[in-house]
């Protein structure tokens, strides 16, 4: 069965710094999907971004870029120039190729400090 | 890009009563998830709801507690039964819209259920 583990539980950054969390994963199979959610305090669940395991080149969607290395099965989010608005519990979610069901790690609570 | 909502957004309810949870989406949409979130905990997946067909549940939710009506491609409702007070819970909806992105799941605002 796949697992995704995220082993950092609270993290914190000022604010313009750089952060990076962590998500590992367990799988046997070559095709899937891998995304980060982010869910601010009371708020909804967002898609921050998501990446294709076919695809060697890493996602990046404006802040947020992935570091994704598949033979180590990791997955991680880096966050440059944090801003308060980041302060959120972040999700990593894995997705095998054709079906539906997301996986999802623990969560980091993430807080930017000004 | 869709909007997705529920109803209600919280609510405060007596055990043994149940409570019907509503999610609407403004787009026709294939597949409809049900997700439990727990106190400071992760997702978890209750359900999958496709219209026409028989929610399909994963191993520790069963039809009796949770059941499940999809009765178009816009709407869905999961019903918590018999509550107690670990039934304590948020509960999202979400949904796979036709997009570029295939496979990914757009989330409801969730529904706050404090059952006393």
């Known amino acids: 069965a796949q697992t995704v583990t995220q082993s950092q539980p609270e993290m914190s950054v000022q604010e313009a710094e750089t952060v990076t969390l962590s998500c590992t994963y367990d799988?046997?199979?070559?095709?899937?999907?891998l995304f980060w959610y982010k869910q601010p305090p009371s708020r909804q669940m967002i898609l921050v971004i998501r990446?294709?395991?076919?695809?060697?080149q890493n996602a990046t969607e404006n802040r947020f870029s992935v570091n994704f290395q598949k033979a180590a099965k990791s997955f991680s989010l880096k966050i440059s120039d944090s801003q308060l608005g980041d302060t959120a519990m972040y999700f990593c979610?894995?997705?095998?190729?054709?079906?539906?069901?997301?996986?999802f790690g623990t969560g980091t609570r993430l807080q930017v400090f000004p | 890009s869709a909007v997705i909502s529920q109803k209600p957004s919280r609510d405060i309810c007596q055990r043994g009563t149940s409570l019907t949870i509503q999610c609407q989406v403004d787009s026709q949409v294939t597949m409809m998830f049900w997700y439990r979130q727990q106190p400071g905990q992760s997702l978890t997946l209750i359900a999958t709801a496709n219209q026409g067909s028989e929610a399909t549940y994963e191993s520790g939710f069963v039809i009796d507690k949770f059941p499940i009506s999809r009765p178009n491609l816009t709407f869905s409702t999961l019903t918590v039964s018999n509550m107690s007070p670990e039934d304590s819970s948020i509960y999202l909806c979400?949904?796979?819209?036709?997009?570029?992105?295939?496979?990914?799941?757009?989330f409801g605002p969730g529904t706050r259920l404090l059952v006393l």
């Open positions: 799988t046997s199979e070559n095709n899937y999907y």
């Open positions: 990446q294709e395991a076919y695809k060697q």
């Open positions: 979400s949904v796979i819209l036709d997009s570029r992105w295939i496979e990914t799941q757009y």
């Open positions: 979610a894995f997705n095998q190729y054709n079906t539906d069901k997301l996986i």
